[in-house]
């Protein structure tokens, strides 16, 4: 494997493998498989899940890693094609990448969207440059329309916690105080349905996932024999549940536009998962999240201290299946 950046790379079987390899790993460990191997690890936005599960992960399996974040420690890196680089920035990713992948055996990279043009972030066009300035295999630590390591986790915690292939999944729109970017709803919608899920996406007016997130959905939910539907309805969306996945992001109305985000999600605080969203929910209905999560904004306490809350397991997740990417890479 050259390449971890996107789960619609693989096929279903190529998941399924990655799957059963985290499973061994954690059942057999391979303290000397990647002896000798260097992970670098390129961090643009902040991290402590990602972070530190790649970090441990390469470790346990007998190679070491080193971390960047460009601009506290090092030198800060211009992203820009064709800038005129008068401002902070001392050096561009041109040259950045190639240097540092040079030092390594796989590079991980952290690159947010940009938040300014839909079209430029859906095109993945940041992400895109640095995989072509990478000569060495590269990894997806969340770009600006994808989380793969997140979303192999969050199918090997929907395994774990039985919950069936056919089960209805819904992912809603939670309450944050300002615009976060799509790439976890991106990654998680395509992840359930390409598991064969009936999903829904719940989401307020003006919140609606770009037609082409939700067409590769629709696609990976026909090939794996599932569906992917959009609502605003909640009570309708959670009838007969076994998942809700709660997550925040920005408006696709007015993306790039900090001030219409703000007045559109004003009223919406009511948008924070509380225990009366379950009502009509399966009774073991699960709550997933990413993390992080803002407690009684996004989800309400009660639901993170009980025992529908699976957060946990997704973040310890991410552990064995970053550990069976980094085997199928490097070993
Ligand atoms: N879910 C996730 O990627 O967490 P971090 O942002 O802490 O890495």
Not at 189 to 217: C, D, S
Request: with cysteine; proline share 5%.
């Amino acid at each position: 494997m050259r390449r971890f950046i996107d789960l619609a790379d693989f096929s279903r079987e190529q998941i399924l493998d990655l799957l059963e390899l985290a499973q061994a790993l954690q059942h057999h460990p391979e303290p000397r498989a990647l002896a000798g191997k260097v992970l670098g690890l390129a961090f643009f936005n902040p991290s402590l899940r990602t972070l530190a599960s790649f970090q441990a992960g390469m470790a346990r399996l007998g190679g070491s890693s080193f971390v960047i974040t460009p601009g506290q420690g090092t030198w800060l890196l211009e992203t820009q094609p064709n800038a005129i680089m008068k401002g902070a920035a001392a050096e561009h990713i041109r040259e950045g990448i190639p240097v540092l992948a040079s030092y390594c055996d796989a590079l991980g990279v952290r690159a947010f969207a940009d938040g300014k043009s839909l079209e430029s972030d859906l095109n993945e066009s940041l992400f895109r440059m640095i995989d072509g300035l990478c000569e060495k295999p590269l990894i997806n630590m969340e770009s600006a329309m994808n989380h793969p390591c997140q979303a192999l986790a969050d199918w090997r915690t929907l395994d774990e916690m039985k919950i069936p292939t056919r089960a209805k999944f819904v992912l809603s729109w939670a309450y944050h105080p300002k615009a976060l970017p799509l790439a976890v709803p991106a990654a998680t919608v395509h992840m359930a349905a390409m598991r064969g899920m009936e999903v829904v996406v719940l989401r307020p007016e003006g919140y609606a996932l770009p037609e082409q997130v939700m067409e590769k959905a629709r696609l990976a939910a026909r090939e794996a024999g599932g569906s992917v539907t959009e609502t605003s309805d909640r009570a309708a969306a959670l009838n007969g549940a076994s998942v809700v996945y709660a997550k925040e992001w920005g408006s696709t109305a007015y993306y790039g536009d900090v001030e219409a985000d703000s007045r559109l999600r004003a009223d919406l605080s009511d948008w924070c998962v509380r225990e009366r969203w379950f009502e009509r929910a399966r009774p073991d209905a699960k709550l997933m999240h990413c993390l992080p999560v803002r407690r009684n904004v996004a989800v309400a306490d009660g639901i993170l201290d009980g025992p529908r809350a699976v957060v946990k397991q997704e973040a310890f997740n991410r552990l064995p299946v970053q550990m069976a990417v980094l085997h199928r890479m490097l070993a």
